[in-house]
């Protein structure tokens, strides 16, 4: 491997200080443009890395972002973390990336790991487990400590950051209005995300569409569990004890499951059974026959708008701003799960 020279070797070779290689390779106005050009080209060939530690101490900034995810596996969080890259590589940042996997101990443990100094401040979207304990005292410890954090989609008014999230309530209302006004009269909910914020709150927008419609709440077409096992058996159920001609899925496994279920069943969709998925992954909206009308969060969009508030953050010179929350509007996608209206 090709060694590395360090910035007294270079002054050494090119009879300058070392004072005067480092503010070259800096940009210094006080270093001339032909000494700049000399040092720089000789500091490359010689295969120089500047001391990011050595930096780091003396800016007391690492230009480094902590990402931390709870499930790599899920589409929209992937879409989240292009968009985060994205802003914070035009912004002069790097990313570490961290996955909870829905735990909190691992949640707690990224962390501790990464803010010894390694990262500036954390984008992150909490856990399945501590949402369902409602365990938040490890973010603002961190936020205590001074290092901010931006949450998104999962967030908690329990801990004062910034956030960016996406209008669930009023998404999950609108379609199930939509699917109301295809003319559905028995619309099911199918949850598997009963713990999460976003859940909740998906659940409370499609009781207010049957409220705006005076449609009474029927519980037996209702399914909410944290287990996606345990809520293909329950769909089962449903549609051997009950009429359903709609269906509002409130994630992307959810929907796949409920038109596999449905196909398997017999319905004819959407003839007969119109139904309406969370979330935009290649799974539920490419991959199927017939393809799924949905939800879509615009991933890309949120994870740029978390690292916008977090870089605004961090590079601000005032002491004390506002925690702000950023509203990502959700847009329908129909295809072929849905009747035309």
Do not use: W
């Not at 007294?8 to 009879?15: F, G, N, P, S």
């Not at 106005?29 to 295969?47: D, F, H, M």
């Not at 480094?64 to 995810?69: E, P």
């Amino acid at each position: 491997m090709k060694s590395k020279a360090t910035l007294k070797q270079i002054a050494k070779e090119l009879l300058v200080s070392v004072s005067t290689v480092s503010k070259a390779l800096n940009d210094s106005p006080e270093i001339s443009i032909q000494t700049k050009i000399r040092i720089k080209e000789y500091a490359k060939l010689k295969n120089y890395k500047p001391n990011v530690i050595g930096i780091n101490l003396k800016s007391r900034k690492t230009k480094t972002i902590g990402v931390i995810i709870p499930n790599i596996l899920n589409s929209f969080f992937a879409k989240v973390f292009t968009g985060i890259e994205k802003v914070a590589e035009a912004k002069g940042y790097n990313v570490i990336m961290c996955i909870s996997n829905e735990s909190i101990e691992k949640e707690i443990h990224a962390l501790e790991i990464l803010s010894n100094g390694t990262i500036d401040g954390f984008i992150l979207s909490i856990s399945e487990e501590a949402q369902k304990l409602q365990e938040y005292s490890h973010f603002k410890e961190i936020i205590n400590d001074g290092t901010p954090i931006v949450m998104f989609d999962r967030t908690t008014e329990e801990v004062d950051c910034d956030k960016v999230t996406v209008d669930d309530f009023d998404s999950a209302r609108n379609a199930t209005q939509h699917l109301i006004d295809l003319g559905c009269k028995n619309v099911a909910l199918f949850s598997s995300i009963d713990n999460l914020s976003v859940g909740k709150l998906r659940y409370e927008g499609y009781l207010k569409a049957l409220e705006d419609n005076s449609i009474s709440i029927n519980q037996n077409l209702i399914v909410r569990t944290d287990s996606e096992d345990d809520l293909k058996d329950k769909i089962e159920n449903v549609f051997e004890n009950n009429t359903v001609d709609g269906i509002f899925a409130l994630d992307e496994t959810d929907s796949v499951a409920a038109l596999r279920i449905g196909l398997k069943r017999g319905y004819k969709i959407p003839e007969n059974l119109s139904i309406i998925g969370f979330a935009d992954g290649i799974l539920a909206s490419r991959r199927l026959s017939p393809s799924l009308t949905t939800v879509s969060q615009h991933g890309p969009e949120i994870g740029e708008a978390a690292a916008k508030l977090l870089i605004e953050r961090l590079e601000s010179k005032e002491e004390e701003n506002p925690y702000k929350t950023t509203v990502i509007k959700t847009e329908l996608r129909e295809r072929e799960s849905t009747k035309k209206l």
